[in-house]
């Protein structure tokens, strides 16, 4: 079995994974934040900045799980 990989390097640049996990969260979090906007469903949030904040932490753990392999 490979070891875990501490860091992962893009052109001679390392990265900590979870640096790169949260960079995808951002852009997925964005995302979803314009389609509930879209579809009109974050009028049903008291304080939609604070979803914006759950759902970031929420796709960094899910996202960092798969990108950083126990």
Do not use: Q
């Amino acid at each position: 079995m490979p070891p875990v990989p501490h860091e992962i390097a893009i052109a001679g640049v390392f990265f900590p994974p979870l640096l790169l996990a949260a960079a995808i969260a951002v852009g997925v979090t964005w995302l979803t934040a314009i389609l509930l906007n879209r579809f009109r469903l974050s009028r049903f949030f008291y304080y939609p900045p604070l979803i914006f904040l759950a759902l970031f932490v929420l796709y960094t753990g899910v996202i960092g799980t798969i990108l950083i392999p126990v």
